[in-house]
């Protein structure tokens, strides 16, 4: 008896941890920062908050009461929901844009300097060939280029990476992985004219391909784990 | 005492779960509902593009004034950049699609193609008449194939917002979609599609097309792979052979990969036919700039002359990973060829190469005979905005939607506000071929 009361408390327990870490973990992951959020998150809420007078506490990089209560002046002196915490319309109040997405503040390769269509064209290299040779990775940028200047094909680079099934790394979610610069660079290169298939419009893995309709097309070029084909 | 906290907890926790279910459930709801009716939205446009197609090229048909004619060719470019959108807007594999998405943009492409013929005072022909009359078909046949889909959407048979994820990479060949094998029935062989070849990015000439320059004799794999020792200053020891690729150049493909031991990956093709370097590239780990982008440039320019590489001047160049891309250009006769493009990259670290580019000199590049100029410079610069002040001129063959040419006077100037453009206009009628806008940034020199 006594142990099976011992049971179904701790599983009581285990359900309610359970609950509270998927409360957690969904406000963390909406990029708010809060109490418990990395360092180098706070501390860029901590020194604009110090600049503008609203925090007078050290710019520690730990979310405490102090940064709370700064927070809610912020927030009631600008207009905003007074919560005390950074989400994304304090953020952007503040001018923290970086921080609204991630909410850990990785760092990671900037986005910044690359036109939209470069970083879609990097995230899904980098989704779909992080680990082949760097050639390889150029040649599926290329692929996606060719098809965008093909007639059978979206006339637009987000038109051909969103194209239904045309790439998995967009079904399974992976082309929204940050990318490193081995992936911008790749997708510079194939912009600026470098397409080592010759004119490849599909590619795909010999080994792990099923499909008969694919394995039917004619080969061009392989490159690492892949083979490019018309 | 233990056992009832037990349950109220367990209560709680239910009770907690329950109300968390219920929410995720209304929000599934919500989003499906959002795609369902986003789904819907781009079959209706689909619907109402091809509608407007087939009408515009019934009129276009029937037409007898060259301006009204024009004004329908544009509807029917216009509406088939709608059709191409919408179809691709929706949940059905990319294989099914392709020849859907062909019908329409060669459909348009060739309509815009007729329109800028009127526009240049060439006429129209029977032949184009025929196409046209073809390709109508072509969007007819589409059109009913959609409709009956349609009617299924209605009746409940077919949903639209296929949400499967199942592999979906390809097609559908258990016939258990119906949205995939309706688009699968559009295929151009059985509606007697015409074969266009015409000035236009999407005629079958451009798909077709090899290498304009006369590349020479076949070589074998050995003096390729020494050729490309030559060209990477190392020894051919060290190079793995990396196969051949097909395509529009073959080539022998060599590697160099220190990517083991964290260092570079390096690839080379050579073309099997006359030996020369087509491409090559490279992601050796480049360190912090630190040399001017005119020696970087100086680099580039000892390099093409080292292997052979002669009469190309720098023309943009854009940087990016401290590496800077240099674009050479053909020049002969005082012009300048831009078709005919060598592209080098260099590391600005230490000013190595890492990477080159010239598939696109050999697809372009032939002995052209080219008629001398029948307008001026000095006519041509009169035709030049006013607002521009003009800086620089000269000769220049520029490249035009698919696979022409046309010799032009290159303007450089710039504006009150300081913006520079480049203006192009043609050598032999006088008309304003191509405004380019300068982007200077990050070290880099583009155009627009």
């Not at chain 2, 590489?309 to 012009?335: H, I």
Request: include cysteine; glycine fraction near 8%; charged fraction near 20%.
């Amino acid at each position: 008896m006594r142990r099976n009361r011992t049971y179904t408390i701790l599983l009581t327990c285990l359900l309610i941890v359970i609950l509270a870490t998927s409360f957690v973990t969904t406000v963390l992951a909406q990029g708010v920062v809060y109490y418990g959020s990395s360092a180098s998150a706070v501390r860029q809420v901590q020194t604009k908050l110090k600049n503008w007078g609203y925090y007078g506490g050290n710019v520690d990089g730990i979310f405490g009461y102090k940064t709370e209560q700064a927070v809610r002046w912020f927030q009631s002196a600008n207009g905003l929901a007074v919560d005390g915490k950074c989400g994304t319309q304090t953020l952007t109040a503040m001018g923290l844009y970086d921080l609204i997405d991630s909410g850990s503040g990785s760092s990671g390769s900037s986005s910044g300097s690359y036109d939209d269509n470069v970083y879609l064209l990097a995230r899904c290299i980098y989704g779909e060939a992080r680990g082949e040779p760097y050639t390889g990775q150029v040649a599926v940028a290329a692929v996606i280029l060719n098809r965008v200047k093909d007639s059978g094909f979206p006339n637009s680079i987000s038109g051909v990476i969103y194209q239904r099934g045309a790439f998995d790394a967009v079904a399974d979610g992976q082309v929204n992985l940050t990318p490193n610069q081995n992936a911008l660079n790749a997708a510079k290169d194939a912009m600026n004219g470098w397409d080592p298939t010759g004119g490849a419009l599909y590619y795909y893995n010999p080994v792990t391909a099923t499909n008969q309709w694919i394995r039917s097309r004619e080969i061009i070029a392989t490159f690492g784990n892949h083979v490019f084909c018309l | 005492m233990g056992k009832n906290i037990a349950i109220v907890l367990l209560s709680i926790a239910v009770l907690i779960l329950g109300i968390w279910g219920v929410g995720q459930n209304t929000e599934s709801m919500t989003y499906k509902s959002i795609y369902e009716n986003s789904c819907e939205d781009c079959f209706l446009d689909l619907q109402e593009a091809l509608k407007n197609m087939e009408s515009s090229l019934s009129k276009a048909l029937v037409a007898s004034e060259d301006n009204y004619m024009k004004t329908v060719l544009l509807d029917v470019w216009r509406y088939s950049i709608i059709g191409v959108g919408s179809v691709n807007g929706l949940p059905i594999s990319h294989v099914s699609l392709k020849e859907s998405s062909e019908i329409m943009n060669q459909t348009g492409d060739y309509a815009y193609y007729l329109a800028s013929k009127i526009d240049n005072g060439e006429g129209i022909t029977q032949e184009d008449l025929d196409n046209l009359s073809a390709l109508r078909e072509g969007v007819y046949t589409m059109k009913m194939n959609i409709t009956s889909l349609s009617e299924k959407v209605r009746n409940g048979e077919i949903s639209l917002a296929r949400t499967d994820s199942k592999d979906e990479f390809y097609y559908d060949d258990s016939g258990e979609y119906g949205t995939d094998s309706a688009f699968t029935n559009i295929d151009k062989e059985s509606m007697e599609y015409p074969k266009l070849i015409y000035d236009g990015p999407f005629s079958e000439g451009v798909r077709e097309r090899g290498p304009a320059a006369e590349l020479g004799e076949k070589i074998s794999k050995e003096e390729a792979k020494s050729i490309a020792a030559k060209f990477l200053n190392s020894d051919s020891a060290a190079l793995l052979e990396g196969g051949q690729t097909e395509g529009t150049i073959p080539c022998y493909v060599f590697e160099v990969d220190g990517s083991e031991e964290g260092g570079e990956y390096l690839s080379i093709k050579i073309s099997v036919e006359g030996g020369h370097v087509i491409q090559m590239t490279s992601n050796r780990e480049i360190g912090e700039q630190a040399m001017e982008i005119e020696k970087a440039q100086k680099a580039a320019e000892e390099f093409l002359i080292k292997n052979g590489v002669e009469d190309m001047t720098p023309s943009y160049y854009e940087t990016y990973g401290n590496k800077t891309v240099f674009n050479f250009v053909l020049e002969q006769d005082e012009t300048l060829f831009y078709p005919d493009m060598i592209k080098v990259q260099v590391a600005l670290d230490d000013g190595q190469i890492v990477g080159y580019e010239a598939s696109g000199y050999f697809m372009a590049h032939y002995d052209r005979s080219i008629a001398p100029a029948s307008v001026t410079m000095a006519e041509a610069e009169q035709k030049v905005n006013q607002k521009l002040n003009i800086t620089s001129r000269r000769l220049a063959l520029i490249p035009l939607e698919g696979t022409k040419e046309a010799l032009c006077y290159e303007f450089k100037g710039n504006t009150e506000n300081d913006e520079w453009y480049i203006v192009y206009i043609n050598a032999y009628t006088g008309n304003q071929q191509n405004i380019l806008k300068i982007i200077e940034a990050d070290e880099s020199v583009l155009t627009l």
